[in-house]
């Protein structure tokens, strides 16, 4: 069975703070990573994934295999951040994708 | 493109009541998704399909949840009868691709509340 695991349901920071928003994740095979992240009043939305290695608004992730971790990093918040993030694992068949629980990031002014 | 289309955007029945919901994918996309998202968790993926074929419903309450994809475009999702539990935003998505990883494109949603 697939498990994702975000352990914080809110985290609060100030603008220019650095961010990690923490996901631990549960399966037996090489899995796929994502993290979505819903804006207020916006739909879910690809953030990230792993496989591109890419910095999205300045975001980024790295597979940790022996920690079975995926976390969100952003060195400077901005207010704009604020929503909610979803980590969420897609398994090798790449026909089910498992989410997480959900974080909500608040960047205070 | 236009996105991920959804209706009813809010639906509010009574328990034992029955409830469809609908949904037209992304053009060009072969893979619909349906969730069920209680508040406060992630969404929990209820059936997949693959133009109009079932792939998963593994996690699809059988007894009372039903789903289908006719022509391969349009879908829609039936609750009957339904339960206080069923009460979540059910999210519908769709990809271009047959298998991943790849994005996923989520439509608004249907809040559902059952009193």
């Known amino acids: 069975a697939q498990r994702v695991t975000q352990p914080e349901k809110l985290l609060s920071v100030f603008k220019g703070a650095p961010v990690e928003l923490k996901c631990n994740y549960s399966?037996?095979?090489?899995?796929?990573l994502f993290w979505y992240v819903q804006y207020s009043r916006q739909r879910l939305q690809l953030l990230l994934r792993?496989?591109s290695r890419e910095s999205i608004k300045g975001f980024t992730a790295d597979l940790n295999k022996g920690e079975t971790s995926f976390h969100l990093k952003k060195p400077f918040a901005q207010e704009e951040d604020s929503a909610m993030y979803y980590c969420a694992l897609e398994n090798n068949a790449g026909n089910m994708l498992t989410f997480g629980g959900g974080t909500r990031l608040m960047v205070k002014p | 493109e236009a996105g991920v289309a959804q209706s009813p955007r809010y639906k509010i029945i009574e328990k034992r009541q029955s409830v469809a919901f609908w949904c037209n994918p992304i053009?060009?996309?072969?893979?619909l998704y349906w969730y069920q998202q209680i508040l406060g968790q992630g969404p929990k993926l209820l059936i997949q399909f693959q133009n109009n074929g079932v792939v998963d419903d593994s996690q699809l309450p059988k007894d009372r949840f039903s789903a289908e994809r006719l022509k391969g475009v349009d879908s829609t999702l039936k609750i009957q009868p339904a339960k206080l539990e069923d009460s979540a935003v059910y999210l519908c998505a769709s990809s271009f691709h047959t298998s991943g990883p790849y994005e996923q494109y989520f439509g608004p949603g249907t809040r559902l509340t059952v009193t």
């Open positions: 792993h496989i």
């Open positions: 399966y037996s095979g090489s899995p796929e």
């Open positions: 053009s060009g996309h072969a893979t």
